[in-house]
């Protein structure tokens, strides 16, 4: 509740904080006028040429289409391209912007349409959520979610006087970091499975034809949160270890137990100085996510290859890192904020 | 009444770090209502006996007595008595601590700060402890702090925080490892005044200290200190006044004409 409040609070906001809110704020009109202001599907296909109308109109009265529609809808741009295959072979493409129709058979235009088309599919848009940036953020997200929990797990057991326990821990920690996490993920996705006699698609209902991607979703999220679990261990250790020995005694002066001692003292504190290295944590996790590809998750890295290999595009994979900058931008400056939010105390 | 004779006993308590033996067979007793002040020059083990009367450090040999009531008692570094869990946990309780850097929780506000122990340890409701918590920030002079972030106060405001936290666990026995050492010269009195009129309320204080001053003024006996062991109490009067051991003397000296 303080954090919100604090957010909400607007007299309180840097100057810089301000500046780029109101740059957003811009953004999202400009953007909002021009999504308005981008021709629609039906403008975008009556400029099509006469031919290819005719087929359209043909299609709606018969079961068997003949043409291929492509409609992609990005926030300011459209794209539309229309393709038939068999006796005639057709393909024409537009792009739509600011009210107007653009085709795009060829130069930069073709370019342009190209990639808006790329973006559109890498993002996951008009997917569900297992597709494309959509299923590399959720992934992460609770990667770093499962992970920095059982990395305060982890820590306190290392730092616990109970060797046994300590040892445990250590040889985890020392286990998941020294290994690939792509055989890791091999491991989890085919080893396990094989050896305990099950499928991962066998978690969903046999009438979901998502099964075999949600299985192998639960599997990589697995993977991922156990070797996440491994660095956040880490990075939470040195953050308890961080704290003053002051706090320990003046807690146990108190008659605080130790669990009271970690939980209202030396946690609370730790969390904050683990906001900058998880968050780094967090652009490697969103990272490595793109080792998915080796399971078929439609990540944006598996679309990317998808389209390279499928249609000889091999411009697509400038897109794809452009998509990941954005993202880790969009993050890193949340964490930013975050961290400062937090600091109010030291 | 009470069916003890003393609130705080020690005997023959004796630490070791490694080789070095820094306290050795310490023997006091402390009637209730009584003010300590041990002084002596630094490495004599007055912070290490006081820290070890709360268990911060662990005693090698020697019974700790609160109350009548045997707290620990350890030889050879070994626990020998076990004392029911419950029963121990409410006698270190009876004590309450300053520390010579404050140790506040720098995440918690001041009302927080006071208010953390007694709701976490002794399961009381938030709303009574609220009222009580800054009724003891009203004695400590720091009623309107009340929702700052420690470090937005200065050390002696800190400190003074830091006696109200202690006090919020209504001890009956108060330790001060060196409270004012790490403040400012002119932040010192605020300090000492609480911890003045705490002695006048008839709490039982033990206080490490530099302040002769205040020894002298507050102090009903006065404990000498030097390589750890008790080398001289008595009254102030007679410790200022008239010592009679050489390092009780030259300690004097070096201090007074410093």
């Known amino acids: ?346 | 009444m009470e069916n003890y004779e003393y609130i705080l006993e020690t005997e023959h308590v004796s630490k070791y770090f490694g080789e070095l033996e820094v306290l050795k067979d310490i023997n006091l007793k402390v009637k209730k209502g009584e003010v300590i002040c041990i002084i002596g020059p630094s490495g004599a083990g007055k912070s290490t006996y006081l820290r070890s009367l709360n268990q911060l450090e662990k005693i090698t040999s020697g019974k700790i007595f609160i109350k009548g009531d045997l707290f620990l008692h350890r030889e050879k570094g070994k626990t020998v008595e076990r004392i029911d869990k419950a029963k121990q946990k409410q006698l270190l309780l009876e004590m309450g601590m300053c520390f010579q850097r404050f140790n506040l929780f720098p995440h918690k506000t001041v009302l927080d700060n006071v208010m953390l122990a007694p709701i976490t340890v002794k399961k009381e409701q938030p709303k009574v402890i609220r009222e009580e918590a800054l009724e003891l920030l009203r004695q400590v002079g720091l009623e309107e702090k009340a929702n700052e972030y420690p470090n937005r106060l200065s050390g002696g405001q800190q400190q003074r925080v830091a006696i109200a936290r202690a006090l919020a666990m209504k001890p009956e026995i108060m330790l001060f490892d060196e409270p004012t050492s790490a403040l400012d010269p002119e932040l010192v009195g605020d300090v000492l005044q609480v911890m003045k009129g705490l002695a006048q309320s008839g709490m039982t204080m033990l206080c490490v200290t530099h302040e002769m001053g205040f020894a002298k003024e507050v102090a009903d006996r006065v404990i000498f200190m030097a390589d750890g062991i008790i080398a001289e109490e008595g009254v102030p009067d007679k410790i200022f006044n008239n010592p009679e051991n050489e390092r009780t003397k030259s300690f004097l000296k070096s201090i007074l004409n410093a």
Request: with cysteine; hydrophobic share 50%; proline share 2%.
């Open chain 1, 1 to 346: 509740m303080k954090i919100l409040k604090k957010v909400v609070n607007v007299k309180g906001w840097q100057k810089a904080t301000k500046r780029n809110i109101v740059i957003l704020v811009l953004v999202i009109i400009a953007a909002a006028v021009l999504s308005v202001m981008k021709p629609e599907k039906e403008a975008m296909l009556s400029c099509t040429s006469e031919e290819v109308q005719n087929m359209i109109a043909q299609d709606e009265n018969s079961s068997r289409k003949r043409v291929t529609i492509t409609y992609n809808s990005l926030v300011v741009i459209n794209y539309c391209s229309v393709s038939s295959s068999g006796a005639r072979e057709i393909s024409e493409r537009f792009i739509g912007f600011f009210g107007k129709t653009y085709p795009a058979n060829e130069g930069a235009a073709k370019v342009i349409g190209q990639m808006v088309n790329y973006t559109y599919r890498m993002l996951g848009c008009g997917e569900n959520v297992m597709h494309g940036a959509k299923l590399t953020i959720l992934l992460t997200a609770l990667t770093i979610l499962i992970g920095v929990v059982l990395g305060i797990f982890l820590a306190l057991g290392k730092i616990s006087k109970k060797k046994l326990l300590s040892k445990l821990c250590s040889g985890y920690i020392f286990f998941f970091r020294g290994t690939p996490l792509l055989i890791q993920l091999f491991v989890i996705y085919f080893s396990v499975p094989s050896m305990l006699g099950f499928a991962w698609r066998d978690l969903f209902s046999a009438g979901d034809n998502q099964a075999v991607y949600k299985g192998a979703f639960v599997a990589a999220l697995i993977a991922f949160a156990l070797n996440s679990g491994a660095y956040c261990a880490e990075i939470v250790r040195a953050a308890i270890q961080s704290i003053d020995k002051g706090q320990y005694e003046a807690s146990k002066a108190l008659g605080m137990s130790y669990g009271q001692t970690m939980s209202k003292v030396i946690i609370p504190q730790s969390i904050r100085r683990m906001i900058p290295p998880v968050c780094n944590e967090f652009i490697m996790v969103l990272k490595d996510a793109s080792l998915v590809f080796a399971i078929s998750l439609m990540d944006i890295t598996t679309i990317s290859k998808n389209i390279m290999t499928s249609e000889g595009s091999y411009l697509v994979f400038i897109p794809a890192l452009i998509i990941y900058l954005v993202i880790t931008a969009c993050f890193t400056y949340v964490f930013d904020k975050i961290e400062k939010k937090f600091s109010v105390y030291e």
